[in-house]
Structure formats: C-alpha cells, structure tokens
C-alpha cells in the first residue's frame, strides 16, 4: 500500500522536465473549469449609496468608470457560466492528461480537450455529483464532507470507460473508495505547506501547487483502481 508521500514522490518523477507542459496545462483548465464566485458587503446607509450613485452619473468621468465596472462584471459572469456548463469536459479531460503523465505515456495539451466528445456526460456528471453532495450537506457538513470523497474518482472512471453512463460512473466510485478516503485526505492534508506557499506568494504558487497535486491524486486513482503497474 502506498502512503501520502509515495504519491507526491510519483508525481515529481512524473513532472520531470515536464513542468512547463503541466503548469500550462493547469492553468488553462483551471481557467476554463474554475468556479467564479465572491461576496462583498458594505456598512454605508441607502441614503448615502444613493447619493454616491447620483453623483456618479452626474460626472462625465464617473459614469465611464461606472460602466467599466459594470463591463468586466459582466464578461466574469459570462465567463463563469461558460466555465461551468464546459467546465465537466475539460476536467474530463484534464483527468486523461494527469493519468498520462503518471503512466509516461505522451501526456498532451490537447488532452484537456480530447473529450469534448462526451460533453452531455461530463456535464451531466458535474451536475449529479454536486447535487448529490449538496444534498448530503443538508444532513450535516461531514455527510456531505464524505459524499465528496465517495464521488471524487467518477471522472477519472469515466475517462477510463466513456461507455458507462453516470450514475455507474458514481456508483463504481462510491465502491472504489470503501477504506480509501481516509487515504485520500490524508494524501490532500500533505499539501498544506504548498497551500499556505500559494497563499504567500499571492496566488502565483498556485501555477506550480495544481500540476503538483492533480499529478499526485491521478497516482492515488491509478493505485486504488488496481492500475500499480504503472507506478514505479
């Protein structure tokens, strides 16, 4: 059986002399998959809002920065609608890159559009995963906490056998993490240091930290679904 630090040990062979290849490819399906949300509050009165506003549009120059904002709110609307409805297939797809890249077969930038094909199912299995784990979360947060780890490998099932259909997918994954979850956090909870390392550097680690970490979890899936002759 292998440990959390085995994982992280394949992965840095893996990306050897292949950084800039996985750190480009991240990027980009974390751009075209990511999630885009925020929240933000104030303390000031609606009088007083009021007033700001008035005197925005009341000024040449305040209505242009006013609809420059309203512009870029806008296009990240958009595009995180766009991310989420094609975000299942990139991640798809982005499970074949990493799977490739541990089995040091050709891992390529267009793996992350190579099951664009199978764009209603990645879809759909997006879609039914988050339910299901919102539904769990209802319950309590650790239910729903542990719905996520049940369900965390039915994208990397289904690249491996696009012939089933999703709710298999999610069943094959509820079955194959029986006695594995506990491993799988423990194999996250390692990534803390890179984490806070993201934190610091503002963001920018965060280039090196997804590649490193998706590298390392495509191990974790190639080992409990019975695939360890590919890892050395």
Same mark, same amino acid.
């Given at each position: /059986?292998? *440990?959390?630090?085995?994982?992280?040990?394949?992965?840095? @062979?893996?990306?050897?002399?292949?950084?800039?290849? &996985?750190?480009?490819?991240?990027?980009?399906?974390?751009?075209?998959?990511?999630?885009?949300?925020?929240?933000?509050?104030?303390?000031?009165?609606?009088?007083?809002?009021? !007033?700001?506003?008035? !005197?925005?549009?009341?000024?040449? +120059?305040?209505?242009?920065?006013?609809? $420059?904002?309203?512009?870029?709110?806008?296009?990240?609307?958009?595009? &995180?609608?766009?991310?989420?409805?094609?975000?299942?297939?990139? @991640?798809?797809?982005?499970?074949?890159? +990493?799977? +490739?890249?541990?089995?040091?077969?050709?891992?390529?930038?267009?793996?992350?559009?190579?099951?664009? !094909?199978? *764009?209603?199912?990645?879809?759909?299995?997006?879609?039914?995963?988050?339910? *299901?784990? *919102?539904?769990?979360?209802?319950?309590?947060?650790?239910?729903?906490?542990?719905? &996520?780890?049940?369900?965390?490998?039915?994208?990397?099932? /289904?690249? !491996? =056998?696009?012939?089933?259909?999703?709710?298999? &997918?999610?069943?094959?994954?509820? =079955?194959?993490?029986?006695? =594995?979850?506990?491993?799988?956090?423990? $194999?996250?909870?390692?990534?803390?240091?890179?984490?806070?390392?993201?934190?610091?550097?503002?963001?920018?680690?965060?280039?090196?930290?997804?590649?490193?970490? +998706?590298?390392?979890?495509?191990?974790?899936?190639? @080992?409990?679904?019975?695939?360890?002759?590919?890892?050395?």
């Amino acid at each position: /059986m292998l *440990f959390a630090s085995d994982f992280r040990r394949i992965a840095r @062979e893996a990306l050897r002399d292949k950084w800039a290849l &996985a750190v480009g490819t991240g990027f980009v399906a974390m751009l075209l998959g990511a999630e885009v949300g925020g929240s933000s509050g104030g303390s000031s009165s609606r009088e007083s809002t009021r !007033d700001y506003l008035q !005197d925005l549009f009341a000024n040449p +120059n305040g209505r242009l920065v006013l609809s $420059l904002f309203i512009g870029i709110g806008v296009v990240i609307l958009i595009w &995180a609608i766009i991310a989420f409805i094609i975000g299942g297939a990139v @991640e798809l797809g982005y499970c074949r890159f +990493n799977k +490739n890249l541990i089995r040091g077969t050709e891992a390529r930038f267009n793996d992350i559009f190579s099951r664009f !094909d199978m *764009f209603g199912k990645a879809f759909g299995l997006r879609i039914v995963t988050s339910i *299901f784990v *919102f539904l769990w979360s209802l319950l309590f947060i650790i239910p729903g906490i542990i719905a &996520a780890y049940r369900y965390s490998m039915a994208f990397y099932i /289904m690249d !491996d =056998h696009p012939e089933i259909g999703i709710m298999e &997918a999610i069943e094959r994954s509820k =079955h194959m993490m029986v006695g =594995h979850k506990g491993r799988l956090f423990c $194999l996250q909870i390692s990534f803390i240091g890179w984490a806070l390392l993201c934190v610091l550097t503002l963001g920018i680690g965060f280039l090196w930290y997804v590649p490193y970490y +998706n590298a390392a979890i495509a191990a974790f899936y190639l @080992e409990v679904s019975g695939q360890e002759n590919y890892l050395n």
